[in-house]
Every structure is written in C-alpha cells, then in structure tokens.
C-alpha cells in the first residue's frame, strides 16, 4: 500500500520500507515519528487530508544536503562578485508502516519540523505566562498594577516599588518636585488620581 503525505512543503509517494530525505524534523536518530498530513492512500482521496490515516517512520540520521554555491557577478562594475555557499538541514527516515485507519489512536508523536508553528507555539506561551504572573505579582501583594500607566514601564514600577509606592493612591499623592527615588512625571500623577 502507498500513501502521498506532505511534510516540509513538499509531497512524497511512500510506501513501507523506502528512505526519505525530508526537511529537518525535531526528532533523534532512533525515534519513531508519525506523519499525519495525509493527502492519498492507495487509492483514497482526501480533501485536504484523509482523515485518521497516518506514516510511521524511523528518524535514521539528522544529516546536510549538498552544497549549493550562488555566485553573483557584476559586469562593469568595478568586478563586483559575491559567493555563498548553503546545505539544507535535513533528516534521513525509514517508512515502517502506512496506517489507512488508527493513526490517531497509535501512540506515535507527530513528526513536528525544526521551525514549525505549532513546536514553536509551545515556548511562546511561557512569556506570556510570566508576563502575566508579573502583572499579578503587585496585584496580591496589596497593590495596583502601576504599569497600566501610560509610560510607566516594568523598571520604572519596579523603582516605584522599591520606593514605597504600589498603589494608584499613593502615586496621586506624590509631590512631582520633591519625590527623588524616581523621576515621577505629572502626567502619570494626573493618571493615578483618575484611576485611584
């Protein structure tokens, strides 16, 4: 049996047993991956993809492709050239086996790439987590979240902090001449009183 599956922006005919050189995959040498963008098995056609059918494979080796050179040459000006040189990443895998149904229910990860959406998904979660911790920080602290202040930023609340100021209230009663822990600005004093 034979399956048409897409990975990296290109579309491979596979069937049990062949070698593939695909683009880089996030995956060890050893590792069983599956691939779940099925477009065709045998002869079922899906739109766009055939729905719980899947390729398991074996990672063999994360390898470079040949060297491409691009050579760039000028004529008549002043013999300007430039050379480059480039090998793809890419990753050499063994189809073990095509799943025209089950592929779901397998236990195999999915064959993810180096840069994907969705691997990368995953890290650019954590920031937001932390931003978000860091806005509650001086909200359980007994405090207000200074940085809703126009122009008041993560350094400067944290110097408002360590001053003695966590509040709207007490950022309104600040005298703008004599504070000097932090150059306070008026308008963010006309702020606080709206928002204390």
């Known amino acids: 049996m034979f399956a048409v599956m897409k990975t990296g922006g290109k579309q491979y005919k596979v069937q049990a047993g062949d070698i593939l050189r695909v683009e880089k995959l996030a995956a060890e040498a050893g590792d069983t991956v599956q691939f779940n963008e099925i477009l065709m098995v045998g002869t079922t056609v899906g739109t766009p993809v055939v729905a719980d059918a899947g390729v398991q494979a074996e ?9 491409v050179i691009n050579f760039v040459k000028r004529r008549r000006k002043h013999s300007s050239k430039r050379t480059k040189g480039h090998r793809q990443k890419l990753t050499l895998v063994k189809i073990l086996e095509v799943l025209e149904k089950g592929a779901d229910k397998s236990g195999v990860k999915a064959a993810m790439g180096a840069g994907s959406v969705s691997g990368a998904a995953a890290p650019a979660a954590k920031p937001a987590a932390k931003k978000a911790a860091k806005a509650e920080a001086p909200a359980q602290a007994g405090g207000d979240d200074l940085t809703t202040i126009t122009g008041v930023g993560p350094a400067a609340a944290k110097k408002l902090a360590d001053a003695g100021v966590t509040t709207f ?3 309104a009663a ?4 004599s504070f000097e822990a932090v150059k306070v600005k008026a308008d963010w004093v006309e702020q606080a009183k709206t928002l204390a």
Do not use: P, W
């Open 59 to 67: 990672v063999i080796d994360q390898i470079k492709g040949d060297k």
């Open 169 to 171: 209230a007490q950022l």
């Open 174 to 177: 600040i005298d703008v001449d």
